[in-house]
């Protein structure tokens, strides 16, 4: 299983252990696309999101989620490497009834198989209600040997999750560095375009994206966005290409655009239980303990089933259902009908 780093912690970049990445950055977009916008707008996007990493420092979820919808997380990087925030951004997101995706770091050239392991054995402790993704910015093998890399990994990870992955990547580095294939029609794109005009650049190979990263570097919105201290200033912004009920019903989830006021579901008198609750999220996990904790979880209840809860429990201001004699679901990704 991916581990954090024994010699730096996962805090120092090109660590001679773990070679941990830099904080992305990426070349701004051009003086004719400012001028542009700055006459003619850009349109609004209805689902937005943010993705986090170590770099983002302490955040506060609670204050994110006003701000985006949803949020993709750092699991790890390389071959084997834990991003060290990962468990508390995780936690906090259960917490907040807030859907993540989450991704890893891709060091293409390195074990691909060992890569992938650990990234699906983090997956199955931080199970996403978004999207699995590979993040691709670096290489140290040729475009040829690059290409079969990712195809593999896509392939690996699909077979242990059962879950088709998303690639993130950006034209700067794709073109390039991969050699052009056709494999890619058809699969999912994450694209890194930091522009404020109406679409992104796109990568070759790809025509159509899934999710957007349309600002990071210089952006100076952290604290905006929840990041409470040691973070960095920026913070990377992402857009859904779609509507809140597409999204909804692509994953399973139950958004609603930012600044409506939350739908308030039907009292159910003190003491009294409903005889069923319905699963409101894509994968709910299934814990042996009322706790939001990456070890406890015995399985998943899917969306759209029906569950029959014995006792209404709380802890630490979470409501828990008792489904079984050592088995508890959030009451929070429920609904009654």
């Not at 919808?69 to 490497?81: A, F, H, K, S, V």
């Not at 375009?193 to 210089?218: C, L, R, V």
């Not at 006792?311 to 079984?324: H, Q, S």
């Amino acid at each position: 299983m991916a581990k954090v780093c024994p010699t730096c912690g996962g805090n120092t970049v090109n660590c001679p252990t773990c070679g941990l990445p830099p904080k992305r950055k990426s070349p701004k977009q051009g003086v004719f696309s400012r001028v542009y916008n700055a006459l003619f707008g850009v349109p609004s996007w209805e689902v937005l999101g943010v993705d986090l990493s170590k770099w983002n420092g302490t955040m506060n979820i609670a204050t994110t989620k006003t701000k985006a919808q949803y949020g993709i997380i750092r699991l790890g990087y390389g071959t084997q490497w834990k991003d060290p925030a990962c468990d508390n951004y995780y936690q906090q997101a259960q917490a907040n009834d807030w859907p993540v995706g989450v991704y890893w770091y891709c060091n293409v050239g390195q074990d691909v198989n060992l890569s992938m392991r650990s990234f699906a054995e983090e997956i199955n402790t931080h199970r996403p209600q978004v999207d699995i993704v590979l993040d691709f910015e670096s290489t140290s093998v040729d475009q040829g040997a690059t290409l079969k890399w990712l195809q593999d990994a896509y392939t690996i990870l699909l077979g242990l999750t059962n879950k088709k992955p998303v690639i993130y990547t950006a034209a700067w580095c794709w073109n390039p560095w991969v050699a052009r294939s056709s494999y890619w029609s058809g699969k999912e794109l994450w694209v890194a375009n930091w522009t404020t005009g109406s679409s992104p650049y796109m990568p070759m190979d790809w025509y159509a994206w899934t999710h957007w990263q349309y600002s990071a570097d210089g952006n100076k919105k952290a604290a905006e966005y929840g990041m409470i201290s040691g973070g960095d200033v920026d913070m990377d912004l992402d857009r859904f290409n779609g509507t809140c009920a597409q999204f909804n019903a692509k994953y399973g989830t139950h958004i609603i655009p930012l600044g409506e006021p939350p739908v308030i579901p039907p009292v159910i008198p003190p003491g009294t239980l409903p005889e069923y609750v319905i699963i409101n999220t894509g994968e709910l996990a299934i814990r042996n303990s009322p706790d939001v904790i990456s070890t406890n979880t015995i399985g998943h209840a899917l969306y759209n089933t029906k569950w029959y809860p014995l006792e209404l429990v709380t802890k630490n201001g979470i409501p828990w259902y008792r489904i079984g004699t050592n088995a508890y679901i959030s009451k929070n990704y429920t609904r009654l009908s």
